[in-house]
């Protein structure tokens, strides 16, 4: 880490919005005061606040012996210690003899926004347990990874969630990533199953995923099984099928010799519930490894509260599954509520910018989260859209994914939450399996740009360089002191913790580094100002740049790379790369396009760079090298403040580079 990025703050913010009657009256925890005593006894008897969680949110097939053990020096934790536990029974077989077995738990609204599907618990429960069995036929077994490519639609929920009846390990790759990053993700844990489909809708583009995973597949011998569920929009769409390793779905699901019941594996708290690949400072995307017990409490319990579940609501989260918004906000944490949760397939802008509303209108949503990039994307299409519709059944509004800015939050409030509802804006990472740092509605009163406070159970703290705590509104790097149920259990494939130790503890020993610098004000409220190492925000999708750069120089007319983020209207961070070409290739707009074009074949369309820019050489110290503040503040147009360049090898390339800016 060269030095900390993204340190100016955002002082002079000072607008605060308290809860009003309706929303405190509906509220689990209905004030500051309640907050308060309720944070204090969560961190004074921190595990008992977590057992008591544990016991009244959960079903226990057997319960844990103890609460916790853990140690962040090692680091290592552990959560409800030998307890037994199936996270498809606690988000199904708990309803489906109860008052909500007829209650929607899956609403999938498609892409094109006439068709869409409602799965009751008692469905949803019927296709898991049948597609288990379907798992279990093709010689899945507890422990065995299972990798899904899928697009937004319910057999992507059920997928997982059979995969979690039998004790599989689910990885949800994203149906964005490139066949490339999807054999990388299946090479790393060994899967032995793909679950995809013919292909995915994302408004008028369509994703050939089969044949993406067929060209994957091709240099991945672990795989024996690839499951095909048909996307029936398309006519005249052609699957090619390997016979004996690929199958349709429909045809598997309703096969004679698959019965109706699975009963569920018993699983241990700590046994791994899913892997999902997350970008980092350096090399490829790691496997972030989340357990059963610990996730799902994490999760559920963060849902109810923040988004403040009740029975009659309908929970709408925009985010794709691919990624862990959708794994703890659209599936597991949702429907071990026994919540109804909306999946939607399509994108916010089709077929028009009114699309999130007409949702809104149509199943009376009455929480809303989002990001604020599609915030920012509908803020430009201006107010008509929403005119249109009835937005009166909302309740709570959330965002996530990057920090929102104050112009944002007030659109948000103004135009979406009719100036009375709270939004939620909350901070966490795909590492902490859910919501860390967050308002709670009708207890916190909010602030535009601020994520306010630490969800009960959690101990963040702000510290200088040196260790030493930050003062108010001092800024530094965000911490965790303590562990909390759904904090990484490692990553895939490394059992000593080596790369966690790593990353997360080793800036502060003994404490949890997100990447993420912050502050807080006099009020007690945090402000996120984001990450300080080389990683990039895009629209709420962390890229590492070192991806990027490795992608780049794989081309072979690329000798060098560098790629660093600079301020984007919509995106928040858009990719500014700078390239330099071997001694015979010619730098022209041509080559531009075909490396642009070549890092979306490498990781997917969502690491595109938005620019390109060609440089005869890299600003590198004497050592060799690459200084990023310098190609960061001119990626940002902030030439006047380039710094100290006298420690560079050549300070005349940063000329040169200033010369060709974009
Ligand atoms: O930098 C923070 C930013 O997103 C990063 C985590 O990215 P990912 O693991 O992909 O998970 C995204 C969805 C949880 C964080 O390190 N981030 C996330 N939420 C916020 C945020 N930055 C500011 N405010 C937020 N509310």
Redesign the pocket.
């Given at each position: 880490m060269e030095e900390m990025k993204n340190i100016e703050v955002l002082m002079d913010e000072k607008r605060v919005f308290s809860p009003g009657p309706d929303v405190v009256e509906r509220a689990y925890i209905k004030s500051f005061a309640e907050y308060e005593e309720l944070y204090k006894r969560s961190v004074e008897d921190n595990e008992g606040f977590w057992a008591e969680m544990a016991e009244n949110n959960l079903h226990w097939f057997k319960k844990w012996d103890k609460v916790l053990e853990y140690d962040f020096h090692k680091p290592y934790s552990k959560w409800f210690i030998n307890g037994k536990l199936n996270v498809s029974y606690n988000c199904l077989d708990r309803f489906i003899n109860s008052d909500k077995r007829n209650k929607a738990a899956i609403i999938w609204e498609s892409n094109y926004g006439y068709i869409s599907r409602t799965l009751t618990y008692r469905q949803l429960y019927h296709e898991v347990s049948r597609f288990a069995n379907v798992l279990k036929k093709h010689g899945i077994k507890k422990g065995d990874r299972v990798m899904i490519y899928m697009p937004m639609i319910p057999e992507l929920s059920i997928a997982m969630l059979g995969c979690a009846r039998i004790g599989a390990i689910h990885s949800v790759v994203f149906g964005g990533f490139s066949s490339q990053s999807l054999k990388d993700r299946i090479q790393d844990c060994g899967a032995k199953m793909v679950i995809t489909a013919d292909y995915g809708a994302r408004g008028r583009k369509f994703v050939p995923l089969k044949a993406n995973v067929d060209e994957a597949v091709e240099v991945c011998p672990t795989v024996e099984r690839v499951l095909v569920a048909k996307v029936q929009t398309v006519t005249g769409y052609r699957t090619a099928m390997t016979p004996d390793r690929d199958f349709w779905w429909h045809d598997e699901i309703t096969a004679d010799d698959i019965e109706s019941y699975c009963e569920p594996e018993w699983m241990d708290s700590e046994d791994p519930l899913f892997i999902l690949y997350?970008?980092g400072s350096t090399g490829k995307p790691k496997g972030v490894l989340h357990t059963t017990g610990g996730y799902l409490l994490y999760t559920a319990l963060t849902f109810k509260w923040i988004f403040n579940n009740k029975e009659d609501d309908i929970h709408f989260c925009t985010?794709d599954i691919g990624?862990?918004?959708g794994h703890s906000y659209i599936v597991y944490g949702p429907l071990c509520n026994g919540a109804t949760t909306v999946m939607f397939e399509g994108i916010p802008t089709f077929p028009n910018p009114g699309r999130f509303w007409k949702i809104v209108e149509k199943y009376g949503i009455t929480s809303f989260y989002t990001a604020?990039t599609a915030i920012r994307s509908l803020m430009r299409e201006g107010e008509s859209w929403m005119k249109k519709y009835d937005l009166s059944s909302l309740r709570v509004l959330g965002?996530?994914?990057?920090?929102?800015n104050p112009e944002a939050w007030m659109w948000y409030h103004k135009n979406i939450g009719q100036e009375k509802l709270p939004i939620v804006?909350?901070?966490?990472?795909?590492?902490?399996g859910g919501?860390l740092?967050?308002p709670l509605p009708g207890a916190i009163p909010t602030k535009p740009g601020s994520?306010c406070k630490p969800f009960p159970g959690i101990s963040p703290a702000i510290l200088k360089e040196d260790g030493t705590p930050a003062g108010p509104d001092e800024g530094g790097y965000l911490v965790i002191k303590k562990p909390w149920p759904g904090i990484i259990r490692g990553t895939y494939g490394d059992s000593e913790n080596k790369r966690v130790k790593e990353v997360y503890f080793s800036k502060f020993p003994g404490m949890y580094f997100?990447?993420?610098s912050a502050r807080v004000d006099s009020d007690g409220d945090f402000w996120?100002?984001?990450?300080v190492d080389d990683?990039i925000?895009i629209s709420?999708?962390?890229i590492g740049t070192a991806e990027v750069e490795s992608a780049l120089v794989s081309h072979p007319s690329v000798s060098e790379a560098a790629a660093v983020g600079f301020p984007h209207d919509i995106k928040g961070e858009g990719l500014y790369v700078f390239v330099t070409v071997k001694g015979d290739v010619s730098p022209t707009d041509a080559l531009k396009k075909e490396l642009i074009n070549h890092v979306r074949e490498v990781i997917g369309a969502i690491a595109s760079p938005d620019k390109l820019q060609f440089a005869s050489g890299l600003p590198k110290t004497r050592s060799g090298k690459i200084m990023r503040r310098i190609l960061r503040n001119i990626a940002k147009g902030d030439v006047e403040n380039l710094g100290d360049t006298t420690t560079l090898a050549d300070p005349f390339v940063v000329d040169e580079i200033l010369k060709g800016m974009l």
């Open positions: 997350t970008s985010a990624w862990i918004t604020p965002t996530v994914g990057e920090p929102i804006d909350t901070w966490w990472q795909t590492e902490t919501i740092i967050t994520a997100p990447g993420d996120i100002m984001g990450r990683v925000n709420g999708h962390r």
